[in-house]
């Protein structure tokens, strides 16, 4: 579901991120697609928005909120004043997670200043989140509405508005108010292909400009201040032009702005009749000299000039007046703009290039800034030897006193304070008036996929591939140590149960065992994996570390006794899974002390060792059990005690969670899991903080961008898990404090972690509204409880009694609720669930054995609700799709003489009989006959089905000798197919 705030100024509950739903359950092809409520909500929305501004003359924009949802919600924005935003009092108890605090942020994208003096605060992105941050008073506030990860945004002249964009699918542009964080308009569909690329407000706040990100870039002005959806003007753009990936607005004309690519600046100017824009051309030979790759332009304080900065250390200066050229042969603008001198600044390559006031400023790989005059002569510059390529410069809003105490200075213009932001993800304050430069922030470089939160202090550990390991104190966010390493980046890590030890797993193979405070070694690195660590867990008591690695190898690690102190030595390792490996996990051996370890794997085998019986190099393995027969296992842990049987949890790619007992490995139950758009990739059950209910468990899971919570016991309610967006471009890890109360999460490639306060009462609210008994799970099926679904299924269940009565009886019939456990896969296909026999037996065992660790007696017959619990579990949870099909065509089958993927008849049948669940030829003859329409032999008739010859005519006649996807589906199954798709199964049958 789409993730929104509302489209208006002042809406009063524009801040908490919405929950996302799951998509909604389906069986036997009855599954409904969630566009049309996305759509829905997106024209809601809108209809929000057009909801006209009025424009009094005291207001920052010259308007104000006539209509919104909430009385008094318009003075957010109306009254807002400087500094508001931290005032909030932002209630967020209606929501089972709340980000409360973000690390790490975006170094491709501006870090802009929104001081006042001697304020500190700041703004910038966090993957899909703005991030205004009051260094000083050590207080976050973020802006939330982005499902996709920002890809740009700019601040107006004043500080008060900013304006965000991002790309993907559906994506929008939102503008907030940063005095009182008020999301205050939202433009949907602006660029529907690929989002925005490049974004700019004008000086006089008014107008936005767009470039798109797709293949053919469209450059669009918008009114945001109007309600209207649409552009004032736009125009696409060639894609000679290049990858047009800058835009800026002249500060001194709203009707102007210019944008670049590596090789290609483009002047615009635009009225309400349309856009026009002029693209002069600049190569080396046009001066004789090396001109470099293009990196940002700004227009010249004398409005007459333009200037860009390159990749060789020159500023292009751009005019209308060019000495090769008349003046009365010059074309008006933009067409008449012409390059006509190349500067040579420097050596170093000039990264960001900026206007203020009366000076010219630029920006370096070294770490400089130097201003210049208009007349580009050198004023002064600032530099340190910490500071590295410079991504971008923000000055302070508020103009201070020139410094006194630099008597007969030539410089009135350094009259503010600035920060400096750099590509490795470094923030420096710069102090003009004494040229000092005050660290603010340095993040990771690279992905962060490596997290663990400490088992008894409010401690968490942040790896990343840069080689950054930072601790951090979460409750007052309070840096605590950090460590760099040179080597290798940091894969995993993990605390050990006493807190004694940090263990962390590298992408070179290697792994340290480190000091939980002081993050020095405890003894030497180990490097026994030649590929990167992905696991790494403590057993319960200490004495054993196990990892996992990209190898499909576990290694295991003993704390051992030497020279009267303890330390690591190496045990065994051993290649114990074909494909990669899903989750390592320690326990505890029923009735001893003793650890337990399992592996699971992508190949579907779980994998016990016996760590009492390992000896040096020899890892013994007790058991392996293979677990799916065709979904694949993707994470696991231990589950709660909640009955006198003794269950692991696993959760797979096809939306399913399953208990399995612990002793036996024998699947005890299937359930359908949370559905957020992508299956579960990690679990952990949440620690019980002290006022929690004894008897009431949770689970946390993280999807591909989600993280959620989950009732337990799990029983298939979609309303007992809520999901929240946390790292759309993919969740790497998350760890859960020790007491329960927050979660967690690392965005990888997006170099951030993300701290979730957990409020378990949201969603036992949640789910208590979601319905009781089988409320939810009717809501699952087609109609619901009054629906056409229901009643077919309700004959089928009570046509079974008859059957089993006897059709044609005359004696007085007995009407039950139940019907016998054999009867259940005869139901379930006649309302078009299809398992396998594997499945079938799964279902007749879960609920014989229901209730077999508690009374001892097995179940022999189910009811109504029962098997609707039962059904809506087991049934595939997005329905079976023609990609599935055509994907089993791709392995199975070949390409035949017209490019088509075919499976020739007679593998077909050879498959059938031979491969998986193997079929007889009785069996697959009377699978045929009933599949198209033929029926039994009867006396006289001339076709005998049950005789292999009478077979081998049935299927020449009716089965083709090669079939495509869409004959098996539509001629052999007699499913229905998507029109198109059915089209074009026509055309090619006609041909």
Same mark, same amino acid.
């Given at each position: 579901m789409r993730q929104f705030l509302p489209a208006f100024p002042g809406a009063a509950v524009a801040q908490p991120v919405l929950p996302v739903r799951p998509l909604p359950g389906n069986g036997g092809g009855r599954g409904r697609e969630t566009r049309g409520s996305l759509c829905r909500e997106k024209k809601a929305a809108r209809r929000d928005s057009e909801k006209t501004p009025s424009c009094p003359r005291s207001s920052p924009l010259g308007y104000r909120e006539r209509h919104t949802q909430h009385k008094g919600s318009a003075s957010l924005v109306w009254g807002a004043a400087p500094g508001m935003v931290f005032g909030r009092n932002r209630d967020r108890?209606?929501?089972?997670?709340?980000?409360?605090?973000?690390?790490?942020?975006?170094?491709?994208?501006?870090?802009?200043?929104?001081?006042?003096?001697?304020?500190?605060?700041?703004?910038?992105?966090?993957?899909?989140?703005?991030?205004?941050?009051?260094?000083?008073?050590?207080?976050?506030?973020?802006?939330?509405?982005?499902?996709?990860?920002?890809?740009?945004?700019?601040?107006?002249?004043?500080?008060?508005?900013?304006?965000?964009?991002?790309? $993907?699918?559906?994506?929008?542009?939102?503008?907030?108010?940063?005095?009182?964080?008020?999301?205050?308009r939202t433009i949907f569909e602006s660029h529907s292909e690929d989002g925005v690329c490049a974004i700019d407000i004008s000086q006089d706040a008014k107008y936005l400009v767009t470039i798109s990100a797709a293949a053919v870039q469209e450059v669009c002005v918008w009114r945001w201040t109007l309600p209207t959806e649409n552009a004032i003007c736009s125009i696409e753009l060639k894609p000679e032009f290049g990858y047009q990936d800058y835009v800026i607005f002249?500060?001194?004309?709203?009707?102007?702005?210019?944008?670049?690519?590596?090789?290609?600046?483009?002047?615009?100017?635009?009225d309400d009749s349309g856009l026009q824009y002029g693209a002069p051309l600049l190569s080396n030979q046009t001066f004789k000299c090396l001109v470099g790759q293009f990196n940002q332009s700004v227009f010249h304080f004398n409005n007459t000039q333009a200037l860009t900065c390159t990749s060789a250390g020159k500023l292009v200066v751009w005019d209308m007046d060019n000495p090769r050229t008349l003046p009365e042969d010059l074309p008006p603008k933009p067409h008449g703009?012409?390059?006509?001198?190349?500067?040579?600044?420097?050596?170093?390559?000039l990264t960001v290039l900026k206007v203020l006031d009366s000076c010219i400023i630029t920006g370096d790989v070294k770490g400089q800034v130097k201003f210049y005059d208009g007349q580009l002569r050198l004023?002064?510059?600032?530099?340190?030897?910490?500071?590295?390529?410079?991504?971008?410069?923000?000055?302070?809003?508020?103009?201070?006193?020139?410094?006194?105490? *630099?008597? $007969?200075?030539?410089?009135?213009f350094l009259t503010r304070n600035f920060i400096l932001s750099t590509s490795d993800a470094t923030t420096f304050h710069v102090a003009t008036d004494n040229t000092n430069f005050e660290r603010?922030?340095?993040?990771?470089?690279?992905?962060?996929?490596?997290?663990?939160?400490?088992?008894?202090?409010?401690?968490?550990?942040?790896?990343?591939?840069? $080689?950054?390991?930072?601790?951090?104190?979460y409750k007052q966010t309070q840096y605590i140590a950090s460590r760099i390493f040179t080597e290798a980046g940091i894969q995993c890590l993990s605390? @050990?149960?006493?807190?004694?030890?940090?263990?962390? $797993?590298?992408?070179?193979?290697?792994?340290?065992?480190? @000091?939980?405070?002081?993050?020095?070694?405890?003894?030497?690195?180990?490097?026994?994996?030649?590929?990167?660590?992905?696991?790494?867990?403590?057993?319960?008591?200490?004495?054993?570390?196990?990892?996992? @690695?990209?190898n499909y190898s576990v290694i295991v690690y003993k704390r051992v006794l030497q020279n009267g102190s303890r330390c690591w030595e190496h045990l065994a390792g051993l290649d114990s899974h074909y494909k990669p490996i899903r989750g390592i996990l320690f326990g505890v051996h029923p009735g001893s002390n003793e650890p337990r370890l399992l592996s699971l794997g992508e190949d579907?085998?779980?994998?016990?060792?016996?760590?009492?019986?390992?000896?040096?190099?020899?890892?013994?393995?007790?058991?392996?059990?293979?677990?799916?027969?065709?979904?694949?296992?993707?994470?696991?842990?231990?589950?709660?005690? *909640?009955?006198?049987?003794?269950?692991?949890?696993?959760?797979?790619?096809?939306?399913?969670?399953?208990?399995?007992?612990?002793?036996?490995?024998?699947?005890?139950?299937?359930?359908?899991?949370?559905?957020?758009?992508?299956?579960?990739?990690k679990i952990q059950i949440l620690p019980r903080t002290s006022s929690a209910d004894p008897q009431q468990h949770y689970l946390v899971f993280i999807t591909k961008d989600k993280v959620g919570l989950q009732m337990l016991p799990v029983d298939g309610n979609p309303h007992k898990s809520s999901a929240f967006i946390c790292h759309p471009d993919g969740a790497s890890d998350f760890a859960i404090s020790h007491d329960g109360r927050y979660v967690f999460t690392a965005g990888g490639k997006e170099r951030t972690l993300m701290k979730w306060k957990v409020n378990l009462d949201a969603l036992d609210a949640a789910a208590f509204l979601g319905g009781e008994d089988l409320i939810p799970f009717y809501r699952l099926l087609d109609g619901g409880r009054e629906g056409k679904f229901f009643r077919e299924l309700e004959d089928y269940f009570y046509y079974v009694q008859l059957c089993r009565q006897g059709i044609d009886t005359l004696e007085k019939r007995q009407v039950s609720t139940h019907i016998p456990l054999e009867e259940i896969p005869s139901v379930m296909r006649a309302i078009g669930f299809y398992?396998?026999?594997?499945?079938?037996?799964?279902?007749?065992?879960?609920?014989?054995?229901?209730?077999?660790?508690?009374?001892?007696e097995e179940v022999t017959k189910i009811n109504l609700g029962d098997f609707i619990k039962l059904y809506t579990n087991h049934r595939p949870a997005l329905g079976l799709s023609m990609k599935t099909i055509q994907r089993a065509f791709q392995v199975l089958g070949y390409d035949n003489k017209k490019g088509d993927r075919v499976i020739d008849r007679g593998d077909f049948l050879s498959l059938l009989q031979r491969r998986g669940e193997q079929m007889t030829e009785d069996e697959l003859a009377e699978c045929l006959t009933t599949l198209l329409c033929r029926r039994p032999r009867e006396e006289g008739s001339e076709l005998d089905t049950c005789d292999p010859t009478g077979a081998a005519a049935l299927t020449e006649e009716e089965i083709p000798a090669e079939i495509t996807p869409e004959i098996f589906v539509a001629d052999i199954l007699g499913l229905p197919i998507a029109e198109q798709e059915e089209k074009n199964r026509r055309k090619k049958k006609n041909l």
């Open positions: 108890s209606l929501y089972p997670l709340d980000l409360t605090w973000v690390f790490g942020y975006n170094s491709s994208l501006a870090v802009h200043s929104l001081m006042d003096g001697e304020d500190w605060v700041f703004l910038y992105v966090s993957s899909h989140t703005v991030v205004i941050h009051d260094i000083l008073r050590n207080k976050q506030f973020h802006l939330q509405g982005h499902t996709n990860v920002i890809s740009c945004l700019c601040v107006s002249e004043n500080k008060r508005w900013i304006a965000t964009a991002d790309r $993907g699918p559906d994506a929008l542009i939102m503008v907030w108010d940063s005095y009182s964080g008020v999301l205050v002249n500060p001194q004309n709203p009707h102007e702005f210019l944008s670049n690519s590596k090789t290609q600046m483009i002047f615009y100017l635009w703009i012409t390059a006509t001198k190349v500067v040579p600044m420097q050596e170093e390559s004023l002064t510059i600032y530099s340190h030897d910490e500071v590295g390529p410079i991504q971008s410069i923000s000055f302070s809003k508020i103009l201070r006193d020139p410094p006194s105490a *630099l008597p $007969g200075s030539n410089c009135p603010i922030m340095q993040e990771a470089k690279k992905a962060v996929n490596a997290i663990a939160c400490h088992p008894q202090e409010p401690f968490v550990a942040v790896g990343s591939h840069c $080689g950054l390991l930072k601790v951090w104190e605390y @050990d149960p006493e807190g004694c030890f940090l263990a962390a $797993g590298f992408t070179d193979g290697s792994v340290y065992i480190l @000091d939980a405070i002081s993050l020095q070694s405890s003894c030497e690195a180990f490097q026994f994996s030649q590929s990167p660590v992905t696991h790494i867990s403590f057993s319960h008591d200490s004495k054993y570390l196990a990892t996992a @690695d990209e579907r085998q779980l994998v016990e060792y016996d760590l009492t019986s390992s000896i040096k190099d020899h890892l013994v393995v007790t058991h392996r059990d293979r677990l799916e027969q065709a979904a694949v296992p993707l994470c696991l842990t231990w589950y709660p005690q *909640l009955s006198t049987e003794s269950f692991f949890l696993t959760a797979n790619n096809c939306y399913k969670m399953k208990l399995y007992n612990t002793m036996t490995k024998v699947c005890r139950k299937t359930l359908l899991g949370p559905t957020y758009g992508s299956p579960l990739e398992p396998s026999e594997e499945e079938i037996e799964e279902m007749i065992n879960e609920v014989k054995f229901s209730k077999y660790a508690d009374t001892g």
